[in-house]
């Protein structure tokens, strides 16, 4: 659990500026989800949290910590991105288990924390299989749990269930939101799609053109959308 804290943030590529000096605080523990069309900033803003690019200006505080510099394995956070990149010659144990052998982590506690997350994951039965016998919804399951056996303080979800179909899609946000209750950790969630956005946010960002629209409850943006683009992204009940 850690707070996380963007500070004036401005990302430019090149001659454009993606990100516009944006500003957001988050709780210890709290769900966050960037909602918004595609194109809007929404990756670039997790990607800078995780320190996979550099900003233009301002802070990243993470834990009360200014890591804008860090690198982002010393930054205490876990990526779950929309395509799941496991190892495709390693079985699920083995792609549980390389950051942590990578990092030199003892391998009783390695036994430890796989056994532990592919029990919350319900991936047990699956360890020894590798990734092209698995379904979609079973490897981002293991992409969850590569990020949940390295104990981070915050979770960072890039649109993780957009590849699903509808049926696995629904069954994962539970999964989801029933893993934010069990480990009371930050979650920050990257999504276009709004309902997913209304079930699983404590708060919702809403984003257009780089800007933060409107930062509030789910229940206040579906209530009352400060502007016309968040009525009409979020839909309103008219
Ligand atoms: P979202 O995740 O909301 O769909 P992105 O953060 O991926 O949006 O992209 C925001 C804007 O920045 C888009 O216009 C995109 O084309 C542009 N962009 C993203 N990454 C790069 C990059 N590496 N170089 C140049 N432009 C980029
Ligand atoms: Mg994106």
């Known amino acids: 659990m850690a707070t996380v804290s963007i500070r004036n943030l401005e990302i430019d590529f090149g001659t454009v500026q993606v990100l516009k000096t944006l500003n957001l ?10 909602l918004g069309p595609s194109g809007c900033g929404k990756s670039t803003l997790l990607n800078a949290v995780a320190g996979l ?32 990149a496991l190892y495709p010659r390693m079985s699920v144990r083995g792609n549980l288990s390389f950051g942590l052998k990578m990092a030199r982590t003892p391998h009783e506690e390695i036994e430890k924390r796989v056994a532990k997350a592919s029990k919350i994951l319900q991936i047990e039965p699956l360890l020894e299989r590798k990734p092209a016998e698995l379904s979609g919804g079973q490897r981002q399951r293991v992409a969850i749990g590569r990020a949940l056996v390295r104990d981070v303080d915050v979770f960072l979800f890039d649109e993780p ?23 009371g950790s930050t979650m920050i969630y990257v999504t276009h799609d709004q309902i997913e956005a209304l079930t699983l946010a ?7 053109g780089g800007v933060i629209q409107q930062l509030a409850s789910p229940k206040e943006i579906y209530r009352r959308p400060v502007n016309r683009f968040v009525a009409g992204f979020v839909g309103s009940p008219g």
């Open 161 to 183: 269930l957009s590849n699903l179909d509808a049926k696995l899609r629904t069954e994962l946000r539970v999964e989801i939101k029933r893993l934010h209750h069990e480990l």
């Open 202 to 208: 404590d708060r919702i960002a809403v984003m257009n």
């Open 25 to 34: 605080e988050i709780g210890e523990g709290e769900f966050i989800v960037l």
């Open 53 to 84: 690019l550099d900003v233009t200006a301002g802070q990243i505080w993470i834990g009360g910590k200014n890591v804008t510099w860090e690198e982002p394995k010393d930054r205490g956070i876990g990526m779950v991105f929309q395509s799941y």
